[in-house]
């Protein structure tokens, strides 16, 4: 998964673009459920919050790596 760092400056630009709907307002800044990032896999080859993100603050979480086979099980169990 994904995630969204403080940098972020919360124009809700990237919420819209998520095939998963795994991003969500948070209480300061945006937020990314790591149990529904796909990285994108499944939808697209690259993750659209990345492409569209302003001030490109939204690396790999470093809590939550995963294989692309692992990203693909997961968009296989968000789509069934
Ligand atoms: Fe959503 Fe893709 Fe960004 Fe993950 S990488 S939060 S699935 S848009
Ligand atoms: Fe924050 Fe980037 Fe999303 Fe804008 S596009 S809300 S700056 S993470």
Redesign the pocket.
Known sequence: ??IITDECINCDV?EP???????APGEEIYE??PN??????G??DT????EVCPVDC?PKDPDHVETEDQLMDKYTKLTS
């Open positions: 998964a994904l990237c673009e998520c095939p998963n709907e795994a991003i990314i459920d529904k990032c796909t990285e994108c896999v939808h697209y993750p659209q919050c990345v939204i």
